[in-house]
Nanobody
């Protein structure tokens, strides 16, 4: 059974940084896009950032200039979160799916809590 696992969450002060990691039990196939989503209290799930095996990245407007998505080949995908704000508080989810399929499908991690104190 394929499993995505997120790590690196926790509590941080406003303005601080956290680095999230996402690993897959069988590594990430080169044809799969990897994405970070988040869901905060009272809000819908939203895309945060995506990355392909070719290192093409995309960011939501609300994290541009603050967050960086990167990867260690097919082993892991990271989300470096800088200049964190209280509104970044959310459960963050790793997602991966074949690049030709629609976003929101594929495999999902269980989510990891990020809390930014004000």
């Amino acid at each position: 059974q394929v499993q995505l696992v997120e790590s690196g969450g926790g509590l941080v002060q406003s303005g601080g940084s956290l680095r999230l990691s996402c690993t897959r039990s069988g590594t990430f196939p080169s044809s799969y896009i990897v994405a970070w989503y988040r869901q905060s209290p009272g809000k819908q799930r939203e895309m945060v950032a995506t990355i392909t095996s070719g290192l093409v990245t995309n960011y939501a407007d609300f994290v541009k200039g603050r967050f960086i998505i990167s990867r260690d080949g097919a082993k892991a995908v990271y989300l470096q979160m800088n200049s964190l704000k209280p509104e970044d508080t959310a459960v963050y989810y790793c997602n991966t799916h074949p690049i030709w399929t629609v976003p929101g499908g594929g495999e999902w991690g269980q989510g990891i809590q990020v809390t930014v104190a004000s």
